[in-house]
């Protein structure tokens, strides 16, 4: 795991938690785009998703970026709150979308059968959040 990765137990926890967080995506003219979503995280891999509709304004951001596109996901609850900061790509194959809804079924409930469901897989570069004393 790179060292800009945070591991203690009381962050990892915060993502194991029901809660809904916030994405931000790049719009085509720069400018930030922040929409409530559902967030899964596997921090041994350093990868958090979000599953979406292709269709959606956050998917067609980050297909006009290309992968790679800067992108942050964030939750918080009081005072505690965490950021994963990274690279997205969007990624419609079957299995990586089985794959997604498996994990967003662990963390909060089966989701909806939906035929244009793709995942936006962040690999995560940095995290940030409070630090519990």
Do not use: C
């Not at 931000?24 to 596997?42: A, C, M």
């Not at 958090?48 to 998917?59: E, L, P, W």
């Not at 909060?108 to 940030?128: A, D, K, Q």
């Amino acid at each position: 795991m790179p060292s800009r990765l945070r591991d203690d137990e009381p962050f990892l926890e915060f993502w194991r938690e029901r809660r809904v967080g916030f994405l931000t995506t790049p719009r085509p003219d720069g400018t930030p785009h922040l929409v409530p979503v559902g967030i899964t995280y596997e921090p041994q891999t350093g990868t958090a998703r979000v599953i979406s509709s292709r269709g959606s304004k956050k998917v067609r951001n980050l297909l006009h970026a290309g992968p790679g596109a800067p992108v942050a996901v964030s939750q918080a609850e009081g005072r505690r709150w965490a950021t994963l900061e990274g690279t997205a790509r969007v990624r419609e194959d079957a299995e990586s979308v089985a794959y997604a809804e498996r994990l967003y079924a662990e963390r909060y409930r089966t989701p909806r059968v939906n035929p244009e469901r793709v995942v936006i897989e962040i690999t995560v570069t940095r995290t940030l959040g409070w630090k519990p004393r």
